[in-house]
């Protein structure tokens, strides 16, 4: 479900290493993720998505990996910027369910020069 | 290409005045919509969703209400603000089908004083 009532987590990283977010998911019939990128006072952006019949998938700068086993997602962002600070919420959906995401907590990425 | 507007971007309004924040969306028919509320620094929570015109479905019980008047517009309202009303409101539409990502507007910041 949606924690809402939590405090972001905060992941801080120097500019230029790596970054890893992760989020696991509790409904194992979920078969759609997605990853959301929220700059302060915008709305979430999409970066990217997966598909249950996927273990990785690559975009820009951006991995995103999938362990259906131990239900857990996570973004990998190569040479992080400063443009990459964030708030980045990861998403699921279940299949034959409407369409209805259910979203994470969301992380907190800040990226030191 | 499909576009989602949300106004206003930023609200100051008096306890016990009423709202009114409005959200359309272009180049698609048959939308989900959707109106997600965030506290600063917390998590995404869904208050309405709306699969046709008419069709509103509550989440959260509370000082709110929605309404979908046209297929591509949703409405979020209140007869009375409550300084708990305060937040960032997104607006969202999806394609009607599994396994697609939701699109955000902009966002409005509304502050009840």
């Known amino acids: 479900g949606e924690s809402v009532g939590l405090h972001l987590p905060t992941l801080s990283v120097q500019e230029g290493d790596n970054s890893i977010i992760n989020c696991a998911y509790s409904?194992?019939?979920?078969?759609?993720f997605i990853w959301y990128k929220q700059e302060s006072g915008k709305g979430p952006q999409f970066i990217i998505d997966?598909?249950?019949?996927?273990d990785k998938r690559q975009g820009q700068r951006v991995t995103v990996l999938l362990n259906k086993t131990v239900k857990h997602l996570s973004l990998q962002i190569a040479a992080t910027q400063p443009g990459d600070s964030a708030v980045y919420f990861c998403?699921?959906?279940?299949?034959?369910?409407?369409?209805?995401?259910?979203f994470g907590g969301g992380t907190r990425l800040m990226v030191k020069p | 290409s499909q576009t989602i507007h949300q106004w206003p971007a930023t609200l100051v309004q008096p306890v016990g005045s009423p709202l009114s924040l409005e959200c359309t969306v272009e180049?698609?028919?048959?939308?989900?919509l959707y109106w997600y509320r965030q506290a600063a620094g917390r998590g995404l929570q869904l208050l309405f969703y709306s699969v046709g015109i008419g069709q509103i479905s509550s989440e959260v019980p509370q000082n709110l209400s929605a309404s979908r008047p046209q297929d591509r517009q949703f409405i979020l309202s209140s007869k009375k603000l409550l300084l708990s009303d305060s937040g960032f409101y997104l607006c969202?539409?999806?394609?009607?089908?599994?396994?697609?990502?939701?699109?955000f507007g902009s966002g409005t910041r509304l502050t009840v004083v």
């Open positions: 969202a539409w999806s394609k009607r089908v599994d396994n697609y990502g939701y699109t």
């Open positions: 180049g698609t028919s048959n939308p989900n």
């Open positions: 998403a699921e959906n279940e299949d034959n369910a409407g369409n209805m995401l259910t």
């Open positions: 409904n194992s019939a979920s078969d759609y």
């Open positions: 997966i598909r249950s019949n996927m």
